[in-house]
């Protein structure tokens, strides 16, 4: 055997040793490592079955809850119908597909000058509702200033929704209950006045 023919073997073995190392313990299958941390979905499935819900709602009763709190308004303290102009002053540039200002920051306009509402809104207390219930059409929009609509919705059978200052803002609402709707390029506010015998 050459000398030659004897350093291509040493070669060989080394490199095929080298590989073989390589492979096992460092870069190979023997080089991964068992995950440590829990399987994300495993973890919440725990903490759900530890969380003591009831324990939970005890300490924070349901007509606690901040999500009801709404924007309360006054009762309307007499029947009346007004127009009401929604104004709207943009709150960022509207800009084109060249990076163009189309609308700048600032730019008002009335939103009823480009679109329809097609039905109505009704703003309301939720002590009101079996007062105005006779007034109620299908496809009217029911919003309560506060109050558990959730439970209402449930008893009643109306998809209610609660009330924020930005949206009473936008309608104009300013007591309740209100009847809102669109005629021509303003909003027309029938605002009702409920006498409760006592």
Known sequence: MTQFSKFCMALSIILVAGDGFATEHVFGPGATYPIAEE?????IHNRVEAANVKEV??????????????YPLPRASETRTRGYVPWYS????ITGPQGEILYPEGFTFNPLEHVNYPGRIIV??????EF???LIKPGDQLIADAGDVVDVAFKTGHHINIL??????????????SIIYQEGKQFIIREIEIKVSE
């Open 57 to 70: 709602i005890a300490a924070s009763p349901r007509e606690k809850w901040s999500v009801w709190n709404g």
């Open 164 to 177: 924020s200052k930005k949206i009473a803002d936008r309608l104009g609402v300013q007591v309740a209950p």
């Open 124 to 129: 309301f207390k939720l002590d009101q509702l």
């Open 39 to 43: 399987d994300a979905l495993v973890e």
């Open 132 to 134: 105005i219930e006779p």
């Open 90 to 93: 943009l709150e960022f540039d």
